[in-house]
């Protein structure tokens, strides 16, 4: 399997950052990009939803670059610098890390199970002392939740009520139910978004409480 073409990307970003070469790319920091990267993640989402490998394809040439633009910039570092390189090499060794079952004598029964060491060996080498640390609050609203909601089963802590009625335990019926509650939201007068964030955020308290306790 040869990757020249990675390499060649490398070069091209080089050179478009270089003197002499692209004016605009030249100017660009990481904070500037940082919107690029946000629009090319939902592009390559609808890609996927529509099923559109050219599209697909494409969509992720474009997070690749973002990538790699971000990895030049770092090179540029007066105290820490870094290239794509280190990067590749710090996710590879990750990986490596993570998955004990693969790459050493661990032993798994499932999928949960890895999950499950993912997250035991991820908090060890952190060190953090929450199973909430590391998880990003400036993110959606309802991706926080879930990814509160996620640790907190994953490290065996109370995790919010479910309703009592009967809901079928999948995507379709799920989408109903959200979007009904969002139209309910929307005719009270109330933010989905504001009401879930809150929410979330009491909810990774109680978290540091129980872990308290």
Excluded at 28 to 49: A, C, I, P, R
Excluded at 51 to 77: K, T
Excluded at 118 to 143: C, F, M, N, Y
């Amino acid at each position: 399997m040869a990757y020249e073409n990675l390499v060649r990307l490398a070069e091209v970003m080089d050179r478009l950052r270089s003197p002499g070469g692209c004016p605009w790319d030249a100017e660009q920091t990481h904070e500037s990009l940082l919107k690029y990267l946000l629009e090319e993640s939902y592009e390559f989402v609808e890609s996927v939803e529509s099923g559109n490998r050219l599209d697909m394809r494409e969509e992720l040439g474009d997070i690749l670059l973002q990538v790699y633009f971000h990895s030049r910039i770092a090179e540029e570092h007066g105290e820490d610098p870094f290239t794509v390189d280190d990067v590749a090499r710090v996710v590879a060794d990750k990986l490596i890390s993570r998955h004990p079952h693969v790459f050493s004598d661990a032993k798994v029964s499932s999928s949960g199970d890895v999950l499950e060491n993912w997250e035991k060996i991820k908090r060890a080498e952190k060190g953090r002392t929450s199973a909430h640390d590391g998880v990003p609050t400036g993110q959606p609203a309802l991706p926080l939740a879930a990814k509160l909601i996620y640790r907190a089963q994953k490290n065996h802590l109370a995790t919010p009520e479910v309703p009592n009625r009967e809901i079928s335990p999948d995507e379709k019926a799920l989408g109903k139910e959200l979007l009904s509650l969002i139209s309910w939201a929307v005719e009270q007068g109330l933010d989905p978004e504001v009401a879930l964030r809150k929410a979330a955020l009491e909810f990774r308290d109680g978290m540091t409480r129980e872990e308290a306790r």
